[in-house]
Protein backbone atom coordinates (compact mmCIF):
# COMPACT_ATOMS: atom_id res chain seq x y z
CA UNK A 1 0.00 0.00 0.00
CA UNK A 2 3.02 1.99 0.87
CA UNK A 3 3.81 3.37 -2.73
CA UNK A 4 0.37 4.19 -3.73
CA UNK A 5 -1.33 7.65 -3.39
CA UNK A 6 -3.07 8.53 -0.33
CA UNK A 7 -5.63 10.02 -1.97
CA UNK A 8 -6.96 12.05 0.95
CA UNK A 9 -3.18 14.07 1.08
CA UNK A 10 -3.86 15.07 -2.62
CA UNK A 11 -5.27 18.47 -3.86
CA UNK A 12 -7.43 19.08 -7.19
CA UNK A 13 -4.12 19.34 -9.50
CA UNK A 14 -2.56 16.58 -8.45
CA UNK A 15 -6.00 13.90 -8.90
CA UNK A 16 -6.59 15.79 -12.12
CA UNK A 17 -3.34 14.05 -12.94
CA UNK A 18 -4.39 10.68 -11.79
CA UNK A 19 -7.52 11.04 -13.44
CA UNK A 20 -6.10 11.34 -17.05
CA UNK A 21 -3.87 8.18 -15.67
CA UNK A 22 -7.65 6.02 -15.75
CA UNK A 23 -8.93 7.12 -18.44
CA UNK A 24 -10.96 9.85 -16.93
CA UNK A 25 -11.08 13.63 -18.09
CA UNK A 26 -9.35 16.02 -16.08
CA UNK A 27 -12.58 17.67 -14.89
CA UNK A 28 -13.57 14.78 -13.54
CA UNK A 29 -10.86 14.78 -11.14
CA UNK A 30 -13.31 17.29 -9.00
CA UNK A 31 -16.23 14.41 -8.79
CA UNK A 32 -13.32 12.23 -7.30
CA UNK A 33 -13.13 15.02 -4.32
CA UNK A 34 -16.61 15.52 -3.97
CA UNK A 35 -16.50 11.61 -3.26
CA UNK A 36 -13.37 12.13 -1.19
CA UNK A 37 -14.58 15.02 1.09
CA UNK A 38 -18.26 15.74 0.69
CA UNK A 39 -19.35 12.35 1.11
CA UNK A 40 -16.00 11.24 3.15
CA UNK A 41 -16.30 7.70 1.56
CA UNK A 42 -14.02 5.15 2.38
CA UNK A 43 -14.05 2.81 0.21
CA UNK A 44 -12.39 3.73 -3.86
CA UNK A 45 -15.81 0.90 -4.99
CA UNK A 46 -18.42 3.63 -3.86
CA UNK A 47 -17.53 5.92 -6.80
CA UNK A 48 -20.36 5.01 -8.70
CA UNK A 49 -20.15 7.56 -10.92
CA UNK A 50 -16.86 6.86 -13.10
CA UNK A 51 -16.93 2.95 -14.69
CA UNK A 52 -15.77 0.12 -12.91
CA UNK A 53 -12.77 -0.11 -14.95
CA UNK A 54 -11.11 3.37 -13.63
CA UNK A 55 -12.35 2.38 -10.24
CA UNK A 56 -9.91 -0.80 -10.75
CA UNK A 57 -7.35 1.17 -11.67
CA UNK A 58 -8.08 3.50 -9.72
CA UNK A 59 -7.64 1.30 -6.83
CA UNK A 60 -4.24 -0.12 -8.51
CA UNK A 61 -2.28 3.32 -7.60
CA UNK A 62 -3.91 4.88 -4.79
CA UNK A 63 -6.20 4.24 -1.91
CA UNK A 64 -8.24 5.97 0.84
CA UNK A 65 -6.42 5.92 4.08
CA UNK A 66 -7.31 4.95 7.16
CA UNK A 67 -6.95 5.90 11.19
CA UNK A 68 -7.77 2.72 13.43
CA UNK A 69 -10.40 3.79 16.47
CA UNK A 70 -8.70 2.16 19.21
CA UNK A 71 -11.01 3.29 22.29
CA UNK A 72 -13.73 5.44 22.69
CA UNK A 73 -15.85 7.10 25.77
CA UNK A 74 -18.67 8.37 25.93
CA UNK A 75 -19.57 10.79 28.99
CA UNK A 76 -22.74 10.28 31.03
CA UNK A 77 -22.95 13.90 31.74
CA UNK A 78 -23.39 15.34 28.60
CA UNK A 79 -22.70 12.26 25.62
CA UNK A 80 -19.09 13.79 25.04
CA UNK A 81 -17.64 11.52 22.75
CA UNK A 82 -13.69 10.91 23.02
CA UNK A 83 -12.14 8.91 20.49
CA UNK A 84 -8.44 7.77 20.53
CA UNK A 85 -6.81 6.42 16.79
CA UNK A 86 -3.69 4.33 15.87
CA UNK A 87 -2.17 5.93 13.00
CA UNK A 88 -0.27 3.71 10.62
CA UNK A 89 3.11 3.91 12.56
CA UNK A 90 1.02 3.13 16.34
CA UNK A 91 1.18 6.46 17.31
CA UNK A 92 -2.09 7.45 18.72
CA UNK A 93 -4.02 10.64 19.22
CA UNK A 94 -6.98 11.86 20.54
CA UNK A 95 -10.05 13.64 19.08
CA UNK A 96 -12.89 14.50 20.76
CA UNK A 97 -16.70 15.50 20.33
CA UNK A 98 -18.93 18.22 22.24
CA UNK A 99 -22.35 18.17 21.24
CA UNK A 100 -24.23 20.88 22.45
CA UNK A 101 -27.77 21.92 21.39
CA UNK A 102 -27.66 23.70 17.95
CA UNK A 103 -23.91 22.25 16.99
CA UNK A 104 -21.61 19.32 16.85
CA UNK A 105 -18.25 20.31 17.54
CA UNK A 106 -14.81 18.50 17.12
CA UNK A 107 -11.62 18.87 18.75
CA UNK A 108 -9.05 17.81 16.59
CA UNK A 109 -5.46 16.98 16.93
CA UNK A 110 -2.61 18.25 14.63
CA UNK A 111 0.76 16.26 16.31
CA UNK A 112 1.74 13.26 17.75
CA UNK A 113 3.16 14.63 20.66
CA UNK A 114 3.73 18.22 21.43
CA UNK A 115 7.12 19.91 21.07
CA UNK A 116 6.36 22.58 23.40
CA UNK A 117 5.93 20.45 26.63
CA UNK A 118 3.77 23.40 28.37
CA UNK A 119 3.93 22.33 32.34
CA UNK A 120 0.90 21.77 33.19
CA UNK A 121 -0.31 19.89 29.79
CA UNK A 122 -0.77 15.84 29.57
CA UNK A 123 0.26 15.94 25.64
CA UNK A 124 3.43 18.27 27.02
CA UNK A 125 4.57 15.32 29.24
CA UNK A 126 4.98 12.56 26.55
CA UNK A 127 7.54 12.34 23.44
CA UNK A 128 7.04 14.15 20.52
CA UNK A 129 6.75 12.34 17.85
CA UNK A 130 5.71 14.19 14.71
CA UNK A 131 3.69 16.19 12.55
CA UNK A 132 0.11 14.71 11.34
CA UNK A 133 -0.07 14.64 7.73
CA UNK A 134 -3.17 15.62 5.50
CA UNK A 135 -5.04 12.84 5.64
CA UNK A 136 -4.53 11.99 9.44
CA UNK A 137 -6.20 15.42 10.18
CA UNK A 138 -9.15 14.92 8.13
CA UNK A 139 -9.87 11.20 8.70
CA UNK A 140 -10.34 12.69 12.40
CA UNK A 141 -13.49 14.40 11.19
CA UNK A 142 -14.13 12.18 8.54
CA UNK A 143 -14.81 9.07 10.67
CA UNK A 144 -16.68 11.07 13.36
CA UNK A 145 -18.80 12.49 10.86
CA UNK A 146 -20.09 9.68 9.23
CA UNK A 147 -20.90 8.22 12.94
CA UNK A 148 -22.85 11.06 13.15
CA UNK A 149 -24.56 10.69 9.82
CA UNK A 150 -26.29 7.59 10.91
CA UNK A 151 -28.01 9.59 13.80
CA UNK A 152 -28.97 12.67 11.16
CA UNK A 153 -26.33 14.94 12.40
CA UNK A 154 -23.58 16.19 10.93
CA UNK A 155 -20.27 18.48 12.62
CA UNK A 156 -20.82 22.30 12.43
CA UNK A 157 -17.74 23.35 13.88
CA UNK A 158 -13.87 22.58 14.28
CA UNK A 159 -11.17 23.30 16.82
CA UNK A 160 -7.98 22.46 16.71
CA UNK A 161 -7.42 22.16 20.30
CA UNK A 162 -6.32 18.31 20.37
CA UNK A 163 -2.76 16.96 20.84
CA UNK A 164 0.05 18.88 19.56
CA UNK A 165 0.69 22.77 18.85
CA UNK A 166 -1.61 23.66 15.72
CA UNK A 167 0.99 26.27 14.42
CA UNK A 168 3.95 24.17 14.54
CA UNK A 169 2.22 21.96 11.60
CA UNK A 170 1.00 24.95 9.77
CA UNK A 171 1.67 24.09 5.83
CA UNK A 172 -0.58 21.18 6.31
CA UNK A 173 -3.20 23.00 9.17
CA UNK A 174 -3.61 25.22 6.24
CA UNK A 175 -4.23 22.44 3.79
CA UNK A 176 -6.79 21.10 6.30
CA UNK A 177 -8.32 24.92 6.77
CA UNK A 178 -9.08 24.66 2.72
CA UNK A 179 -10.28 21.04 2.35
CA UNK A 180 -12.71 21.92 5.24
CA UNK A 181 -13.92 25.00 4.35
CA UNK A 182 -14.29 23.90 0.31
CA UNK A 183 -17.87 24.26 -0.78
CA UNK A 184 -16.93 21.10 -2.78
CA UNK A 185 -15.93 18.84 0.91
CA UNK A 186 -17.53 19.13 4.15
CA UNK A 187 -18.17 22.98 3.77
CA UNK A 188 -17.19 24.21 7.18
CA UNK A 189 -17.11 27.61 7.37
CA UNK A 190 -14.02 29.75 8.70
CA UNK A 191 -15.97 31.80 10.99
CA UNK A 192 -16.76 27.91 12.24
CA UNK A 193 -13.30 26.79 12.60
CA UNK A 194 -11.08 27.60 15.44
CA UNK A 195 -7.31 27.46 15.92
CA UNK A 196 -5.95 27.26 19.44
CA UNK A 197 -2.49 28.01 20.05
CA UNK A 198 0.82 29.26 22.65
CA UNK A 199 1.72 31.58 20.88
CA UNK A 200 3.31 31.21 17.78
CA UNK A 201 3.98 34.49 16.33
CA UNK A 202 5.02 32.71 12.71
CA UNK A 203 2.18 30.78 12.14
CA UNK A 204 -0.26 33.59 13.52
CA UNK A 205 1.60 35.50 10.30
CA UNK A 206 1.12 32.69 8.07
CA UNK A 207 -2.85 32.63 8.65
CA UNK A 208 -2.95 36.29 7.41
CA UNK A 209 -0.89 35.39 4.56
CA UNK A 210 -3.03 33.05 3.30
CA UNK A 211 -6.26 35.21 3.81
CA UNK A 212 -7.62 32.31 6.42
CA UNK A 213 -9.97 34.93 9.13
CA UNK A 214 -10.21 31.37 11.11
CA UNK A 215 -11.35 32.49 15.19
CA UNK A 216 -8.20 32.42 17.33
CA UNK A 217 -8.40 31.21 20.64
CA UNK A 218 -4.65 32.08 22.50
CA UNK A 219 -3.68 29.36 25.58
CA UNK A 220 -2.17 32.86 27.60
CA UNK A 221 -2.78 31.37 30.88
CA UNK A 222 -0.79 33.67 32.73
CA UNK A 223 -0.51 37.53 32.09
CA UNK A 224 3.36 38.69 32.84
CA UNK A 225 6.22 36.74 30.99
CA UNK A 226 8.01 35.85 33.95
CA UNK A 227 5.23 33.16 34.90
CA UNK A 228 4.58 32.53 31.38
CA UNK A 229 8.05 31.69 30.91
CA UNK A 230 7.46 28.98 34.27
CA UNK A 231 4.90 27.47 32.25
CA UNK A 232 5.01 27.96 28.83
CA UNK A 233 8.22 27.52 27.74
CA UNK A 234 8.36 28.51 24.02
CA UNK A 235 7.33 32.38 25.80
CA UNK A 236 10.14 32.98 26.09
CA UNK A 237 10.91 32.66 22.02
CA UNK A 238 7.62 34.70 21.83
CA UNK A 239 6.68 36.88 24.42
CA UNK A 240 3.90 38.43 26.05
CA UNK A 241 4.36 42.34 24.14
CA UNK A 242 5.42 40.22 20.81
CA UNK A 243 2.24 38.27 20.46
CA UNK A 244 -0.20 40.86 21.46
CA UNK A 245 1.51 43.26 18.64
CA UNK A 246 0.88 40.23 16.16
CA UNK A 247 -2.67 40.08 17.78
CA UNK A 248 -3.91 43.54 17.33
CA UNK A 249 -2.80 42.78 13.61
CA UNK A 250 -4.62 39.99 13.11
CA UNK A 251 -7.63 41.96 14.45
CA UNK A 252 -6.99 44.55 12.52
CA UNK A 253 -6.71 42.99 9.54
CA UNK A 254 -9.23 39.86 10.13
CA UNK A 255 -12.10 42.35 12.45
CA UNK A 256 -12.47 38.98 14.49
CA UNK A 257 -12.63 38.56 18.14
CA UNK A 258 -9.78 36.99 20.03
CA UNK A 259 -10.47 34.54 22.87
CA UNK A 260 -7.99 34.21 25.55
CA UNK A 261 -8.02 30.79 27.14
CA UNK A 262 -7.04 31.16 31.22
CA UNK A 263 -6.61 27.99 32.87
CA UNK A 264 -7.22 29.01 36.57
CA UNK A 265 -3.59 27.48 38.85
CA UNK A 266 -4.39 26.98 42.57
CA UNK A 267 -1.77 29.51 44.40
CA UNK A 268 0.14 30.59 40.51
CA UNK A 269 -2.54 32.73 38.39
CA UNK A 270 -5.29 34.55 40.62
CA UNK A 271 -3.66 36.90 42.60
CA UNK A 272 -4.71 40.77 42.52
CA UNK A 273 -1.85 41.35 40.11
CA UNK A 274 -3.07 39.31 37.80
CA UNK A 275 -6.32 40.75 37.33
CA UNK A 276 -4.69 44.24 36.81
CA UNK A 277 -1.98 42.73 34.18
CA UNK A 278 -5.02 40.75 32.24
CA UNK A 279 -6.99 44.05 32.16
CA UNK A 280 -3.90 46.25 30.66
CA UNK A 281 -3.47 43.52 28.07
CA UNK A 282 -7.24 42.88 26.99
CA UNK A 283 -8.20 46.90 26.94
CA UNK A 284 -7.02 46.92 23.34
CA UNK A 285 -9.04 43.84 21.77
CA UNK A 286 -12.29 42.97 21.38
CA UNK A 287 -11.75 40.16 23.28
CA UNK A 288 -13.34 37.30 25.60
CA UNK A 289 -11.54 35.73 28.31
CA UNK A 290 -12.36 32.02 28.91
CA UNK A 291 -11.45 30.91 32.54
CA UNK A 292 -11.02 27.13 32.70
CA UNK A 293 -10.14 25.71 35.97
CA UNK A 294 -7.10 23.20 35.61
CA UNK A 295 -7.70 19.62 35.33
CA UNK A 296 -5.15 17.90 37.13
CA UNK A 297 -2.73 15.89 35.47
CA UNK A 298 -0.95 12.90 37.01
CA UNK A 299 2.67 13.71 37.93
CA UNK A 300 2.05 17.38 37.64
CA UNK A 301 2.09 19.12 40.86
CA UNK A 302 -0.74 22.23 39.79
CA UNK A 303 -3.99 21.97 41.56
CA UNK A 304 -7.31 23.20 40.53
CA UNK A 305 -8.39 26.03 43.24
CA UNK A 306 -10.73 25.88 45.22
CA UNK A 307 -14.65 27.14 44.09
CA UNK A 308 -14.39 30.37 46.30
CA UNK A 309 -11.11 31.10 44.87
CA UNK A 310 -12.11 30.67 40.88
CA UNK A 311 -15.73 32.75 41.67
CA UNK A 312 -13.42 36.11 43.46
CA UNK A 313 -11.88 35.89 40.48
CA UNK A 314 -14.46 35.85 38.03
CA UNK A 315 -16.03 38.43 39.72
CA UNK A 316 -12.89 40.85 39.99
CA UNK A 317 -12.32 40.28 36.37
CA UNK A 318 -16.23 41.29 35.58
CA UNK A 319 -15.82 44.10 37.66
CA UNK A 320 -13.05 45.58 35.89
CA UNK A 321 -15.27 45.52 32.60
CA UNK A 322 -13.39 42.10 30.92
CA UNK A 323 -15.67 39.82 28.84
CA UNK A 324 -15.00 36.80 30.64
CA UNK A 325 -16.80 33.17 30.59
CA UNK A 326 -15.85 30.75 33.24
CA UNK A 327 -15.84 27.37 31.40
CA UNK A 328 -17.28 24.11 32.91
CA UNK A 329 -15.21 21.60 30.83
CA UNK A 330 -17.21 19.04 29.28
CA UNK A 331 -16.88 15.21 29.64
CA UNK A 332 -15.18 15.98 32.94
CA UNK A 333 -16.29 12.28 33.94
CA UNK A 334 -13.78 10.56 30.78
CA UNK A 335 -10.70 11.61 31.50
CA UNK A 336 -10.25 15.66 31.68
CA UNK A 337 -8.53 17.11 29.17
CA UNK A 338 -6.58 17.54 26.05
CA UNK A 339 -3.87 14.45 25.90
CA UNK A 340 -5.72 12.71 29.08
CA UNK A 341 -7.24 9.85 27.00
CA UNK A 342 -4.34 9.04 25.55
CA UNK A 343 -2.01 9.16 28.94
CA UNK A 344 -4.94 7.07 30.38
CA UNK A 345 -4.43 4.26 27.76
CA UNK A 346 -0.59 4.82 28.13
CA UNK A 347 -0.68 3.96 31.79
CA UNK A 348 -3.33 0.73 31.31
CA UNK A 349 -1.32 -0.88 29.34
N1 LIG B 1 -1.33 23.53 21.56
C1 LIG B 1 -2.49 24.31 21.48
C2 LIG B 1 -3.78 23.50 21.31
C3 LIG B 1 -3.87 22.24 22.10
S1 LIG B 1 -4.01 22.41 23.83
C4 LIG B 1 -2.58 25.25 22.66
O1 LIG B 1 -1.78 25.12 23.57
O2 LIG B 1 -3.42 26.13 22.64
C5 LIG B 1 -5.72 22.96 23.99
C6 LIG B 1 -6.00 23.74 25.24
O3 LIG B 1 -6.02 22.87 26.40
C7 LIG B 1 -4.94 24.81 25.54
O4 LIG B 1 -5.56 26.02 25.92
C8 LIG B 1 -4.20 24.19 26.70
O5 LIG B 1 -3.51 25.14 27.42
C9 LIG B 1 -5.32 23.52 27.45
N2 LIG B 1 -4.90 22.52 28.42
C10 LIG B 1 -3.86 21.67 28.34
N3 LIG B 1 -3.80 20.89 29.46
C11 LIG B 1 -4.81 21.28 30.25
C12 LIG B 1 -5.26 20.86 31.54
N4 LIG B 1 -4.66 19.88 32.19
N5 LIG B 1 -6.34 21.49 32.08
C13 LIG B 1 -6.98 22.47 31.39
N6 LIG B 1 -6.61 22.90 30.17
C14 LIG B 1 -5.52 22.32 29.61
FE1 LIG C 1 1.46 21.59 23.40
FE2 LIG C 1 -0.78 23.01 23.76
FE3 LIG C 1 -0.10 21.05 25.49
FE4 LIG C 1 1.34 23.30 25.40
S1 LIG C 1 -0.84 23.11 25.98
S2 LIG C 1 2.17 21.21 25.46
S3 LIG C 1 1.26 23.81 23.25
S4 LIG C 1 -0.65 20.79 23.36
Known amino acids: MNNKFNLL ?8 KIAVDIKLKPFQ ?32 IAYIPYIELKKREI ?9 LFEL ?21 STQAGCPVKC ?66 GINISKRKITISTCGIIPGIERLLENHLPVELAISLHA ?4 KRNGIIP ?13 LKNYQRLTKRRISFEYILIDDFNLFPEDVNNLRTILKDYDHVLNLIPYNE ?18 NSLKRYGINVTLRREKGSDISGACGQLKEKNRSES
Not at 297 to 314: A, D, L, S, T, Y
Request: proline share 3%.
Open 75 to 83: SKIDRTEKF
Open 9 to 16: NLDINQLE
Open 88 to 108: NDKNTIETVLLRHKDRNTICV
Open 234 to 246: INKTYPIDDLLFS
Open 223 to 226: ADDF
Open 297 to 314: VEGVPFKRPPENKINNFF
Open 119 to 184: AFCATGQGTFHRNLDLSEILNQVYIVNRRLSKENTNITNIVFMGMGEPLLNIDTLIESINTFSSED
Open 29 to 60: AKQIYKWLHEKMIRQIDEITNISKESRTLLSE
